[in-house]
């Protein structure tokens, strides 16, 4: 049976950092899809909420301003998507400069050692694949590699080359969890923790992450994701109501895939209160919005 298509989808890319379509693009697939609430959440960057909005004018589909912003947590890359952004906000501005500002410098490092590694010119040639002015993250030297014809897949260009230990991987001191969340208030948003069980972290770990994102002013956590074991999905729905968290859901689209796409199969556990529910959700009516 094919799971289904949900209305909802608050975590996905574009253009604007590692995702594979414009803003335009993605609202076009959300539209065909029938999705109603699409969240673009680029990393440490805003730059393609405004065309997202413009697509969608008139249209069934609305589109929450967003941004997944990349913290170290105990020496882990931690990612906050913050939903419902004033994008005119100062502290919003300086903090995507920062994050510009390391990013560049990273980006330029791995390039550095792919070069040593033959890869001729990787720098601007990644950066010329993406749209002008975006964010390069490692996807899109992922991007790059495979197209280089020296990975067989994303994935494989991560497992050989960008991954932590790889040849290609440069450390970047992230700011803290507490920095993001409060830029994310500051901007009139919500915080929510993205993916948790992508870090890899024991039990005992992820809770106290959960723990401290909450102390900082975190309100809200992914529960549903795709490609997620259905006992993970169950498992961080309880841990969404043990700490009395609103819960969000997101495929993390970049591209499309059969086990990956807008609001594929995304449905919350029974019993907890979706994010669109919460205050700042509440003033832009969008749970009425939902239900017409
Ligand atoms: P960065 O923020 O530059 O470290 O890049 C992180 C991005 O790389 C994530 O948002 C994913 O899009 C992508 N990514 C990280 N690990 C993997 C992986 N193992 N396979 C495919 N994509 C990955
Ligand atoms: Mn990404
Ligand atoms: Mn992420
Ligand atoms: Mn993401």
Redesign the pocket.
């Known amino acids: 049976m094919m799971p289904e298509i949900s209305k909802v989808d608050l975590h996905t890319h574009s253009t604007f950092s590692?995702g594979s379509l414009s803003p335009e693009q993605l609202v076009q697939r959300a539209l065909s899809r029938q999705l109603r609430l699409l969240a673009l959440t680029d990393?440490d960057a805003s730059g393609g909420v405004e065309s997202a909005v413009k697509a969608a004018e008139g249209s069934t589909l609305k589109v929450i301003a967003g941004a997944e912003l990349?913290t170290t947590w105990q020496n882990c890359?931690i990612h906050i998507v913050g939903l419902f952004l004033d994008l005119h906000s100062n502290a919003l501005s300086n903090f995507y400069q920062g994050q510009r500002e390391r990013r560049i410098e990273r980006a330029k490092a791995i390039g550095v050692k792919l070069e040593r590694q033959g890869f001729h010119d990787a720098y601007a040639r990644t950066c010329a694949m993406a749209e002008p002015g975006a964010l390069i993250?490692?996807?899109n030297y992922?991007r790059f590699i495979f197209s280089a014809g020296q990975a067989s897949s994303?994935?494989d260009a991560?497992?050989s080359y960008l991954?932590k230990g790889k040849s290609a991987y440069v450390n970047t001191l992230w700011p803290s969890i507490g920095e993001a969340v409060d830029v994310i208030r500051a901007s009139g948003g919500v915080a929510v923790l993205a993916h948790p069980k992508r870090y890899l972290l024991t039990n005992t770990k992820l809770r106290r992450l959960i723990e401290e994102f909450k102390s900082s002013g975190g309100l809200a956590m992914e529960v549903a994701s795709c490609r997620q074991r259905p006992c993970d999905r169950v498992y961080l729905g309880e841990l969404c109501q043990h700490y009395g968290l609103f819960a969000s859901m997101g495929s993390d689209y970049?591209q499309g895939s059969p086990w990956l796409d807008l609001g594929l199969g995304l449905t919350l556990p029974e019993g907890l209160t979706p994010v669109w529910e919460c205050p700042q959700a509440r003033e832009l009516k969008l749970d009425e919005f939902l239900r017409s």
């Open positions: 590692d990393h990349s890359q993250t490692r996807g992922a994303i994935d991560f497992n991954k970049h």
